[in-house]
């Protein structure tokens, strides 16, 4: 594993918890990120990534005017939104199988489980950066390949990655 550059990446973290924003920005900050931008809630998230151009987006799943479902819907929207290929992190309290699926399904990059350890939240960036994953645009979904690069699957219908920067594929 190659360290990381964090002086050289920009976040957004986005909770309505000003305290675990406060932690999360410490543990970015002792990581040796400098550029750090906050918002309380899902429309100002939406705002500071326009205004900010982040290198990774932190949110949590639920917060008032819209939740992190729904910013990170509004981001995976290639045809409207210059960050739509925006690294996305959901943190939540709330572990249950929907909400992990719902997240995915929303084309979130990542999913960590709150209470986040410094470790958890290192390693879930290193592999963002260092094994990104391709993304997938069909009729009802746009993100990245929701498939672990790991996972083995063989027969006529896998799907084969291409030199663009996505790739299209029937429902």
Known sequence: MAKIDFDQLRFVVVD???HMRRILRTMLRAFGSREIYEAEDGASGLEAVEAYQP???ISDIKMPI???IELTRMI???????????PIIILS??????????ARDAGATDFICKPVSAKTLYD????IIENPRPFIRTTTYFGPDRRRQDSVFSGEDKRVADSTQYIQVPD
């Open 93 to 102: 309290a709330y572990s249950e199988k929907h909400q992990v699926i719902a």
């Open 55 to 57: 290198d990774i987006l």
């Open 66 to 68: 819209f939740d992190g």
């Open 76 to 86: 995976r929207n290639p045809d409207g939104f210059s960050q739509a290929y925006l």
């Open 124 to 127: 879930r960036i290193q592999n």
């Open 16 to 18: 309505d918890n000003a």
